[in-house]
Every structure is written in structure tokens, then in C-alpha cells.
């Protein structure tokens, strides 16, 4: 069997949870580590990482490269490795692209929501497409291998990372808008340049993200991979299930309004449902991974398909994405 | 021949200066981030020396581990290891050391003579020993693998240091008081803690801590070195240069002040003479690095013992400083 490979969390995490991804036998999972934060605030965030990494040996360790998969197959536990989704971290200083991809930082979003110094977020009216900041910044991704990921981004600045971009980008947590046109899932024009481009879309289980919601049967959704599969080969799919396993409301709260808005902002939300969602009863927990198979299965997916989206072609891209540029390599330079 | 080892510098880098360590022959070079600078400026400074590796990835590299001077060697480049003068780039976090030992530093000093939140700087009129939060951050350290440094320390602070840390420690940079009573030199007593336990002294060429100051002649300088030897063994000996090359005296100010006073102090220095003193004539740069064998040899050390002070002996303390402690390490965890 191929790796068990989750491409976007951001849970309340514990020992409980770092537990459910042994039992769901998850070989790696990509955490979120910022929404609006600051530099400083992020490595707040890295420092309290590394205290799970010292409480949790057993279970958990920080992935920095795609030879951790193994690493994390022989050992019998789950790989970390750290995304942000947001540029907020970099702050204005692109420095600090190599400085926390040092620390570890192997995805960077260019915007969430809104406008950054990068690009503009899906839920601007107008999209600059990427800035001046942006093109210098997707190149310094490129060099240093952090890999570009569009996830809460506007068309035309996606459209515009892909042709950019030297090295393939992601979308780490996204559905096709054809299945349900949510403001942050995809255009059909994005995901063929992203296929087009060796990049990857982990497809996602946030209920938002769901036609019907968190009531989106396994086998409907499963459907939709299929025909996605279809269009664009299966080879660009995986999973991002965007799972928040434990958060209070108050934290999707920080990720709609962080401290750019006073006013309340509902997002993909409502005033009536403001909360987080329920998740669907077949995926309440990283135990439930390993059970997509079956579904997967039933939409027609052959074994190295079904392989390919659970975590082979999360493998393949982190093998591709994480190491410096060729480029940029000096003699004998470390790749990590 | 061994590997030539520079135990602190400081100058104003530039590819003049990086040339010149070439030149010279130089493995390695333990160089100084940071005296008062917190954090965030601290990461400047590492993004700032990104940039370096970049322009001159044929002359310089970063060194993590001690099996980055066989790189230096093999590829004809000096590694450059970081350190910092002075604890304020964790400030009151704990977490910080073991974020910039990832970062790649190295070394760390508990106080830069004033009183820190670990320790007590040599300049103070009370020596506190370590703090509480100091005892906490030499564990850590110990820990992670980053080397305490008591240079600028007082006298009881260095010795609790000693015995509190579970790992040999390191003075960077001063020479024996017994030989020339400055304030930053270290006493008899400190030396023998130091020897017995493993620690590093590197003897330092800047004016200061020189009998005569930049007038003092090598073969006294040699000669000194040779009477330490005798006294403690020579293993314990390398070269910490605190070479300031083509630093305006803004910085020695900065050294001596940083936000603490708005007063002029003029730490080592006089109204006289309040800039950077003149360096020996016999050591002006990198190039006369190689230099000092012949004045090591002609007070009576042999090949051996030439080749250990000159940078065996820092490269044996690398390899046992740098990684992370045994007990620390989980199931294959990597000590980088």
C-alpha cells in the first residue's frame, strides 16, 4: 500500500488527535501553522510545535523532506509538515521565505480571503493577479522549494502563480466549482492548467467545500473525484480535508476577520450557522481516512488510483517540491 | 594538517573579507549574529547572511554540523557557523533556542557584561549566578546542542555555568587574567573548571585582551598560549580571533551600548580611545591566520599540538557539541 498522506489540517491538536492519525494509519499530514499571524506569532506557533514533536515522540515528528515518508512508514508515525495559509508570516520581507523554509515551511498560501502583498484573495472584487511583491516571492518559493498553494486565491491571481511559477503549485484544499460553485472551489479553466502543470489538488471534506454540505454522501463525493479524475487524470488529485477537529468557534472567527475587519465577517458561513460545520458522519476524524478507499473504490478508482489520491501523488509532488532548485544548489549545498 | 578553525569573529563581511578567509586557508569561522538584538532582528541578520551564501557559494557555506568542515575542506569553502553574543535573541523564550538552533545557531553567550535574564555580564558589581530562567535555558540548550558561551560573563555566573551544564561549555574568546588582569579575561580558576570539563578557551587576538594591547608581540602571545598549555593541557586551547575587520566605530559603540544607556560607556575602551583598537600587526585579517603556527612552534608546541590549537581541537568540540543530546533524540530523529 501506497503512503496515507493528508494535504491540509488545522485541529486543535493533542495527544488525542496525534493518536487518531496512527490509527488512521496516516504516514503525513500538512498542518496549517498561520492564518493571519505575524512572523513572530508563527514561530510562537513552531515553538509550540516542537514541544508536541517532545512530548509525542512516539507518534509524531516534524517532515522537512519526502524521504520522512519513509521514514515515518519504518518509525509507525505521522510526518508534520508545516503550511501556511497566509503570506503574513513573510510579513514584507522576503527574506524570510529561506528563514522559514529553514524552520520548515514547505506550503505558503499568497492570500486568504483578501488581498495581500502577494495577490488577491477569492473574496476580493477586484483581482490584481500577482504584484510585484508576488512575482519575486513565487520565484524565492521556487529557489528555496516551498511550494506555492492557492487555495483561498482568486482566479486570475491562480491562473497567473501557475504560469509563473518555474516549479508545480498547489491547491491544497479545494473542490471543482462544476460540483458545487462555492466561492472557493475551483474553475474548471484552473484545475486543467494546474493538472496541465504537474500541480495537485487535494480535495476537500470542509462541508462548505461540499455539495450539500456536511449531509454530502461518501459515494457523492467520490463521484466527483471520479469525474475529475475524468477530465484531468486522476494524477493531480489527493486529499486536503481541511479537517479543524476541536476548535472553538472563536478560531474560524481569526481565520474569516483575524484583526483586518471590526465587523463581523461570516465567510463561507452565516449568521445563522457562524460556527464551524459538522463534518460528514463518514469523515469525523483522521481515523476515517483510510475509509474514503472503499469509496473511492465503488467510483470506478483502480487500486494505484485509489493509491495515487490517498497519498501517492502527495508523495510524488512533496519528492518534486520540497529540495532547493537544481539552480540554486551550490557545490555539495544541503537540499533541506 | 588539521583543520584551521577561527573561534569568533565579527567584522563588516563582505566578499573582500570572505576572499581573504579562503586565502588564509580557513575550514571554519564562528561568526556573531547578534550583541543586543532581539529576535526579529536577529533573523535579519541570518536572512542577511542568506544573501551572502548566495552571492559567494564559492567561498562560503553555512556549517550545522562538524561534518560540514570535511565539506569546507573537500569543496575548498569556509563554513560559517553562527552565534550569538548575547541572549537577547530568545528574549523571555525559551522556546526560542531550540527555533534558532534549527536556524543554525550554534553558540550562544548567557550575558554580554551586563546582567541578562540568565546570567551575570563580567562588568556587573553583583554575579547573581545563574537565574532560574538561565538554569532552564542552559538545560535546553544542552538539550538541542547549541554550546554555552560565558565570554562576557562574571566569574561566578561562568563557574555555575560549568557545573550546571550536563555538556562542555565554551569561553569563545578571552585569554588567562593571570597573564593580562583585563576585566574580560578569565581567572585560573575558571580555566581549570573549564579543562576539567571538556570546555574550550579561545585565545583572543584583539587589543584588549593582549598584554601591550596591538603592541603585543607574537612570540608573547605564543609564549602565553605555551604557558596555559603547561598548566592546563593544551587540548582545551583554539583561537577565538574577535577579529572586527573594517568596522566603523559605531559598532563597538553599539557592542558597548545597545538601547541600555543613553550614557557613553566605554567598556574596554577610554575617552582616549573610545574606538576599536589597532589589531596586532601580525594579525590584520584572515591571511595571517596561518601565520600563528610558527609562533606556536617556536614556544615549544609540536606539529600536534600546533594543529590542535589552530582548530583540532575546536572541530573534536563541534562534534560533540552540535547534535542534539542522546537522550533527546526519539526513534531516528535527526540531530540537525
Known sequence: MSFLIDGTQYSNWSGTIFRQMRDGGL?????TLNYHETFRETVAVIARWNRWFETYPDLI???????????????????????AQNPS????????VEVLHRLGLRFMQLT?????????????????????MGREVVAEMNRVGMVVDMSHSGER?????????????????????????????????????????????GLSLYPHHLKGGGACAIDEFCAMAARTAERFGSACLGIGSDLCQDQPDSVVEWMRMGRWTKAM????????????????DWFRDNRDFPGLRAGLARAG??????????GGNWARFFAAGFGAAPAAQGPERRSA
Open 112 to 132: 486568504y480571503n483578501n488581498q495581500s502583498l502577494l495577490a488577491s484573495g477569492c473574496y476580493e472584487a477586484e483581482d490584481t493577479g500577482l504584484t510585484r
Open 61 to 83: 515528528f516534524q517532515g522537512f523532506t519526502a524521504a520522512d515518508l519513509d521514514t515515518a512508514r519504518r518509525t509507525r508515525r505521522t510526518a508534520i509538515f508545516f503550511g
Open 157 to 201: 491571481s491562480t491562473l497567473e502563480a501557475i504560469e509563473h511559477s518555474a516549479r508545480p503549485i498547489a491547491i491544497t484544499h479545494a473542490n471543482p466549482a462544476a460540483w458545487h460553485p462555492a466561492r472557493r472551489n475551483k474553475s474548471d479553466r484552473v484545475i486543467a492548467a494546474l493538472a496541465e502543470t504537474g500541480g495537485m489538488l
Open 301 to 310: 478508482f483502480d487500486a494505484a488510483e485509489c493509491d495515487g489520491i490517498l
Open 27 to 31: 504516514d503525513a499530514v500538512h498542518v
Open 265 to 280: 465577517d461570516y465567510g463561507e458561513g452565516s449568521a445563522a450557522a457562524p460556527g464551524f460545520p459538522p463534518m460528514p
Open 89 to 96: 508570516c513573510i510579513e514584507d520581507d522576503i527574506g524570510l
